[in-house]
């Protein structure tokens, strides 16, 4: 029964990854503390749903930074100063989650997704080239990020997102294809750290990404034909649910 869960919640996520550049922790991490529950299945501790998530986020994002490393959106400068400042802090983040309460845990994730929902309404001017980017505050913005997300093993791309649009002020395509493989840089160390503290199931940890491997570049491929707007309504909308979910 939990695999068959797992599997569905992984789709899902893996889906909603590729589609809008997401890790999925944004739906992956509430979805397993609210549905196994509801299903008469027991109650995952939110170390254990961090450690799923990690899980589903690193081979998600992987499997979408295939599709996305050669296209001409993807950004090495995103790559290499803000995903290394988001991996530095993921590994922080990931070894330090043990010494917090699982409620600190949720109200980590809880705060992030606030900000991440309030970014994302917020309606900067708008730009259709890419920018040059102040190099010191993506690695400091970076960092900070991936402190957050390493907590609740996830990506970070919900928040990411929103910083690239609103801070950096980065047109929606560069952004979720970006988004993406910035995620996948954060996960490795968050995927890493809590297999070996033990927090990833077996069985619920396949599952997830057996979903994810499977169901991602599908979501990726409705993507590129997804409007921007669209795109962002949806992730704000996501976002705002998985508030009211924890």
């Not at 986020?57 to 090495?76: E, H």
């Not at 809880?110 to 102040?134: D, G, H």
């Not at 991936?146 to 649009?165: E, K, M, N, Q, R």
């Amino acid at each position: 029964m939990s695999f068959i869960v797992m599997l569905i919640i992984g789709s899902i996520g893996g889906f909603l990854s590729g589609m809008l550049g997401i890790g999925g922790a944004i739906i992956i991490f509430p979805a397993i503390l609210l549905i196994p529950p509801l299903l008469g299945m027991d109650t995952y501790s939110a170390y254990v749903a961090s450690g799923l998530t990690s899980s589903q986020v690193f081979f998600s994002t992987g499997t979408g930074t295939l599709k996305v490393v050669n296209q001409s959106n993807f950004s090495k400068v995103l790559l290499k100063y803000m995903g290394g400042g988001i991996f530095l802090g993921s590994v922080i983040g990931a070894i330090t989650a043990d010494l917090f309460s699982e409620i600190y845990v949720n109200r980590v994730y809880i705060f992030v997704a606030i900000i991440a929902f309030l970014m994302m309404v917020y309606k900067p001017k708008k730009s259709k080239n890419k920018k040059k980017m102040n190099r010191f505050l993506l690695v400091l913005l970076g960092a900070t990020i991936g402190l957050l997300s390493g907590v609740v093993g996830a990506g970070g791309a919900f928040i990411v997102i929103p910083v690239l649009i609103s801070i950096f002020k980065q047109p929606m395509n560069i952004v979720i294809s970006n988004s993406i493989v910035i995620s996948f840089i954060a996960s490795i160390a968050a995927f890493i750290i809590k297999l070996f503290q033990g927090y990833i199931p077996f069985e619920e940890g396949l599952a997830l990404v057996l979903a994810s491997i499977l169901i991602t570049p599908i979501g990726v491929r409705i993507g590129h034909i997804t409007p921007d707007v669209l795109q962002k309504w949806l992730i704000s909308i996501i976002i705002l649910l998985s508030i009211f979910m924890i």
